[in-house]
């Protein structure tokens, strides 16, 4: 194939889940992709949700629903065997902590499963020919099961040049992944967060890759040997691209008066996760709301508080009864799934409610969130919440001490980008000094962002395009 012919090249992009959305839909990826070709998506959430980007992009984008499948025992196995064999395999400071969460076994049929898997994994994890076998054994379970054929067939009629994967952790996106690959269609795979290479490993294996900056392409060659780095690409995250549109911009005034704090007044984020890495968030808000109480008045900052777009449970609202001062920004998902990251759907209006919740606050506190480099792109500072909650009890299966162990904040220690707070007794003064010397860590938080994030940072969605048009002149 030639770009350079009449005919132009058919791009099919996969969303198995709606993090997807807020990459690659929300973004001018969409729109760039379609100036050089044609394009499908090929999706696994509800026609309902999908319906104002199916309106919206109606005459670029040609809509297909994955088809239904239920993945076998044997493939489950195989899969979680190879993600665990390759922790296993290359273990570095804080691998500990995520074996500990994985090979919890559960209950029943599911604790039989990951018992079986966490074994074969032990098994197979003195060398990565052993770990590459496990990926092959789990290949070969998926591609003999019985809904396989649906994805050979509906690739085999649709011919795309490209098949560009969203997301390389789920397993819903593994068949058509794999149908490609069989099929000779070249197949690219997005890394879609900071944390995700030495946290989670890959559930996908494609052809290309993605990657967020010349360290996660690192991480991907030390993880994966057998990967080209010629296969790499280096392209930034879009998902930080809406940072430097100013039509999502409103002013302060009107955004703040909104939801009723004033605008000449300092504003803190408190930004939830969702409860598995934060079990105890509502706590840490009650903690956050007694600091701010504790400052005199004429310098006392107001409450902003954002829930992760996962988690639609009640448990915030005894604290935010308790607290009347503090004010909630509620995210526009749509979320089909309690605390389930592949079964949210963002709506294209959280996209100017995050930007401007993040250009008009003066400080974030959270734990752990990557929400601490979105303030970093505007400049903004960030207080990690680091010490154990009241409601935390000796022996509880999590602990905060687990949370700041994973590898990924190896990197946080190297930078000293954000303030900690080590006790909730310290909070008061540590809000104080960020919001009176917003640009004491500037030089950390940039030089953070520049380890992490390709730059420019608003031209990711172009060098994503741009990959996926060079995999597809590979091809030709």
């Known amino acids: 194939m030639n770009l350079l012919n009449t005919q132009k090249p058919k791009f099919l992009l996969l969303l198995p889940d709606g993090v997807g959305i807020r990459n690659f839909i929300i973004t001018d990826f969409i729109n760039q992709l379609a100036e050089i070709g044609s394009i499908l998506v090929w999706h696994a959430l509800p026609e309902a949700l999908m319906q104002e980007y199916m309106a919206a992009l109606s005459n670029e984008i040609s809509w297909h629903s994955l088809p239904p499948h239920h993945e076998g025992h044997i493939a489950y196995i195989n899969r979680r065997a190879k993600q665990l064999a390759q922790l296993y395999w290359q273990k570095e400071p804080g691998t500990n902590i995520i074996l500990k969460y994985m090979t919890k076994q559960g209950h029943g049929l599911r604790g039989l499963r990951n018992n079986i898997a966490d074994i074969l994994a032990r098994l197979s994890s003195q060398s990565y020919r052993q770990v590459a076998r496990l990926n092959k054994m789990h290949a070969y379970a998926v591609e003999r099961a019985s809904y396989f054929s649906e994805y050979i067939d509906f690739?085999?009629?649709e011919k795309p040049d490209v098949v560009f994967c969203a997301n390389q952790r789920l397993e819903l996106a593994v068949p058509p992944i794999l149908a490609a690959r069989k099929l000779g269609i070249p197949t690219a795979t997005f890394i879609y967060s900071w944390d995700n290479l030495p946290k989670g490993r890959m559930a996908v294996h494609a052809d290309y890759f993605l990657v967020w900056s010349e360290h996660m392409k690192a991480e991907m060659l030390q993880y994966y040997p057998d990967i080209n780095a010629n296969n790499v690409y280096v392209t930034g995250t879009p998902q930080f691209e809406h940072y430097f549109n100013p039509n999502y911009i409103e002013p302060r005034e009107k955004f703040l008066k909104q939801?009723?704090?004033?605008?000449?007044?300092?504003?803190?984020?408190?930004?939830?996760?969702?409860?598995?890495?934060s079990p105890h968030d509502p706590d840490y808000l009650a903690d956050l709301a007694e600091a701010v109480r504790?400052?005199?008045?004429?310098?006392?900052?107001?409450?902003?508080?954002?829930?992760?777009?996962?988690?639609?449970?009640?448990?915030?609202?005894?604290?935010?009864?308790?607290?009347?001062?503090?004010v909630s920004s509620e995210p526009a998902w749509s979320t089909m799934a309690n605390n389930d990251w592949s079964k949210v759907v963002p709506a294209k209006s959280d996209?100017?409610?995050?930007?401007?919740?993040?250009?008009?606050?003066?400080?974030?506190?959270n734990v752990g969130s990557t929400m601490a480099l979105d303030f970093a792109i505007l400049h903004k500072p960030a207080i990690y919440l680091a010490y154990a909650p009241t409601s935390w009890k000796p022996g509880e299966f999590w602990s905060i001490e687990d949370v700041y162990r994973y590898?990924?904040?190896?990197?946080?220690?190297?930078?000293?980008?954000?303030?900690?707070?080590y006790t909730r007794e310290s909070l008061p003064v540590l809000i104080q000094n960020a919001l009176r010397h917003p640009g004491e860590k500037e030089s950390l938080r940039q030089a953070w962002i520049n380890f992490l994030v390709q730059k420019p940072l608003k031209d990711a969605s172009s060098r994503c395009v741009e990959a996926i048009k060079h995999i597809a002149l590979i091809r030709g």
């Open 155 to 157: 690739l085999s009629h």
């Open 259 to 277: 939801l009723g704090l004033k605008p000449d007044r300092s504003v803190i984020c408190f930004s939830g996760d969702d409860f598995t890495t």
């Open 294 to 326: 504790k400052i005199p008045e004429s310098e006392r900052p107001q409450l902003l508080f954002r829930r992760s777009p996962t988690d639609v449970s009640g448990r915030y609202q005894s604290v935010l009864s308790r607290y009347p001062e503090i």
């Open 351 to 365: 996209v100017g409610l995050l930007v401007n919740v993040v250009t008009h606050c003066d400080l974030v506190v």
């Open 407 to 421: 590898p990924h904040f190896n990197q946080i220690q190297n930078f000293d980008p954000i303030y900690w707070a």
